[in-house]
């Protein structure tokens, strides 16, 4: 069993949309979560992270974790264009690494 | 403030070769990691430098492959000889901070192509 499973999509969604982005993981033991962003061609850029469960919200952007359900969400209010990209949850290991899901494609369409 | 760039952002080498890749962080960052990204497969962890020292090395493939950091600024990874499956994105990170969520700065990758 993989530690982050994530759906790969792609999931396409007219501009102005809700997005919801959701990953599952194993280990009840982590403890920080983070979603990253990543365009065409480039690397991997941080979004947001959250620690242990609850919300948190950073413009359009709310990222919550479920920690009873091993379960995180990344909600995309008022969907751009611009926020087309692949979105990868990812989990804070012990020791500095990043344990990353397989990423989900998103195309918001004009 | 220069973000961390990677050298070459593509490679087409074939089966046999070396390759080495080149990894600049942030300045003044302490820890460098590299991932890697295989064709329909999640980013995964290689190792992780704290200055000059590997810190951990768990996620490295096998003995074709060679990380060093002299100096504690630049690192370079090298696969020697390569072969068809270690095709695939390189990605380098850099941290300033060791522990906690000290957000993790990544490159543009290195696109790696083995015939």
């Known amino acids: ?3 982050v499973e994530q759906d790969p999509g792609p999931l396409s969604v007219p501009e102005g949309a809700i997005v919801s982005l959701n990953c599952t993981y194993s280990n009840s033991a982590f403890q920080y979560f983070m979603w990253y962003r990543q365009y065409s061609r480039k690397g991997p850029e941080l979004l947001m992270y959250t620690y242990s469960s609850g919300n948190k919200e950073d413009g359009r952007f709310t990222a919550q974790v479920d920690k009873s359900s091993k379960y995180i969400s990344l ?7 611009s926020d087309s990209a692949t979105y990868l949850c990812a989990i804070f290991n012990a020791g500095n690494m990043l344990t990353f899901g397989g990423g989900t494609r998103l195309m918001v369409k004009p | 403030e220069a973000g961390v760039t990677q050298f070459p952002s593509h490679s087409v080498i074939e089966k046999g070769q070396t390759v080495t890749l080149r990894c600049d962080p942030i300045s003044g960052h302490d820890n460098l990691y590299w991932y890697r990204r295989v064709m329909g497969k999640e980013i995964k962890f290689l190792l992780h430098f704290v200055k000059e020292s590997k810190q951990d090395e768990s996620g490295m493939p096998n003995n074709r492959f060679l990380a060093e950091r002299t100096g504690g600024t630049y690192s ?3 696969v020697q000889p390569a072969e068809l499956e270690d095709s695939g994105v390189y990605f380098c990170a850099s941290s300033g901070l060791a522990g906690g969520t000290d957000t993790q700065y990544f490159g543009p990758g290195t696109r790696l192509t083995v015939l």
């Open chain 1, 1 to 3: 069993q993989k530690e």
């Open chain 1, 75 to 81: 909600f995309i209010r008022d969907s751009q264009p």
């Open chain 2, 76 to 78: 370079t990874l090298k």
